[in-house]
């Protein structure tokens, strides 16, 4: 049985994540820690589902603290010292529901959802009647919002001055990042601030088609930058004040420059992911630090593995992958609401543009070639081979799918979906058309022969 995927457990709650499920996923969790903070997004299914996981935790013998309507960050950041159950899926559609696991702060690693999966799987039976746990209410909202203004104005500074807008998608964003914002100073609009389950302002992902209205509000008006988040608030899009879409490889150099020029560390660390662009590496070596990549979806993998090395003086100073980032002086979860708040205060003190200017940004592209799952496997079997070969100038690293490296700084990524039946190709460079179009066509042909 495999429920977890690379952001927890997510799908259909009618079908997939439902009531029972979750009560099963409860139970299962439950053998885990004595005590469980639980909180959920605002979807309509949310009520019901975090019902069913309390139930399970409690008559698996934890006590379980309700925290309500919370953004994910928030119910990371509550879950410190003991443990968490996020009911959440997301940028998914409204349909869909999820659950997300944490310990003191950090997303389950896959040896812990390897384990509760393996208990849902036997079906556990209660704890006996009188071990089961008790159910309180606790109020984290404020807390966690005090949190990251004083981190954020102790790290970089106030927002004073700046003018943004921010998008909260009909999420839970709503209630934590224009408070925060305001809080530090900035001069916050405010679009789809209403927490609305069916996210009827715009869809839960913030892409640039999804993000059309709140483009031509920082367009037409007088804004520094604008901010867009998902469901849950874990990933942000950031916007310059012309109301385009700042690459999310641009916001994590700027945000990784920053954390690596200020950290004190002799070994300053950045960790991203495989997909991630040069132009980081590029700002971070540039601040004297250096970057490591580890798979999607496991920064918080990667981020315990360096510390666990106990290396003298290295030290993670920052985390990203596209659109979600990790401020381990703040905490080691994803947040979306700090990073909008460190990109704003760094805007104010800064300025985008001036942050921006000395970042290389070279053509960027990802495609998607279908591939039924069952082939997945033997054809990227075939591309650890033929890659290289058709590659023989790339630095090659076959750890997380297949990426050639260049050195001219270009760049190529081949990896299997964990969700979708295809295999994506991500690449950088100035002739990116030319590098795409040579890469799709092994990986067309491996398909072929992999059927």
């Not at 315990?304 to 990203?320: K, M, P, Y």
Request: glycine share 10%; proline share 5%.
């Amino acid at each position: 049985m495999q429920l977890f995927g690379t952001a927890g457990i997510r799908g259909d709650a009618r079908s997939e994540v439902t009531p029972s499920l979750a009560l099963a996923v409860g139970r299962a969790a439950a053998d885990d820690g004595a005590e469980f903070v639980v909180g959920r997004d605002g979807r309509e299914t949310g009520p019901a589902l975090a019902a069913a996981v309390e139930a399970g935790l409690e008559s698996g013998g934890a006590d379980v603290a309700r925290v309500g309507q919370v953004p994910t960050p928030a119910l990371a950041f509550a879950s410190r010292g003991r443990r968490g159950v996020m009911v959440t899926a997301s940028h998914n559609p409204p349909a869909d529901n999820g659950l997300k696991l944490f310990v003191d702060g950090t997303e389950y690693d896959r040896e812990a959802e390897s384990a509760v999966e393996a208990r849902v799987a036997d079906d556990q039976s209660p704890a006996e009647w009188d071990a089961w746990g008790a159910g309180s209410r606790e109020a984290v909202l404020d807390d966690y919002r005090s949190a990251v203004v004083e981190y954020v104005r102790g790290t970089v500074g106030d927002c004073e001055g700046i003018n943004v807008a921010v998008d909260c998608g009909n999420g839970v964003a709503s209630v934590a990042t224009p408070q925060v914002l305001r809080e530090l100073g900035a001069r916050v609009v405010a679009l789809n601030a209403n927490v609305d389950g069916h996210f009827p302002g715009r869809e839960s992902k913030p892409t640039p088609e999804s993000l059309a209205d709140l483009r031509a509000f920082v367009a037409d008006g007088h804004f520094d930058l604008g901010i867009g988040h998902d469901g849950d608030a874990d990933r942000l899009v950031v916007l310059d004040g012309d109301g385009e879409v700042v690459h999310e490889d641009t916001v994590v150099a700027i945000a990784a420059s920053f954390y690596t020029a200020s950290s004190d560390a002799a070994d300053p660390v950045v960790v991203t992911t495989p997909n991630a662009s040069a132009r980081i590496d590029d700002r971070v070596d540039a601040a004297g630090g250096r970057v490591e990549r580890v798979r999607l979806g496991a920064l918080h993998e990667g981020i315990a593995a360096l510390q666990g090395r106990g290396d003298a003086g290295t030290e993670v100073v920052f985390a990203a992958e596209p659109w979600k980032h990790v401020h381990p002086a703040f905490g080691p979860w994803i947040d979306g609401v700090a990073s909008a708040a460190v990109v704003s205060a760094l805007a104010a003190r800064d300025g985008l543009p001036e942050l921006r200017a000395p970042i290389t940004e070279r053509p960027y592209r990802k495609v998607s070639v279908e591939c039924a799952d069952q082939r997945k496997s033997a054809a990227m079997a075939m591309l650890e081979r033929r890659l290289p070969e058709a590659f023989p100038d790339a630095e090659v690293d076959t750890e997380y799918g297949v990426r050639l490296a260049f050195d001219d700084a270009s760049w190529a990524l081949v990896r299997p979906s964990g969700t979708e039946p295809y295999v994506r190709v991500y690449a950088e460079s100035d002739d990116v058309d030319g590098l795409v179009g040579e890469v799709v066509t092994a990986v067309e042909g491996a398909i072929t022969d992999a059927g």
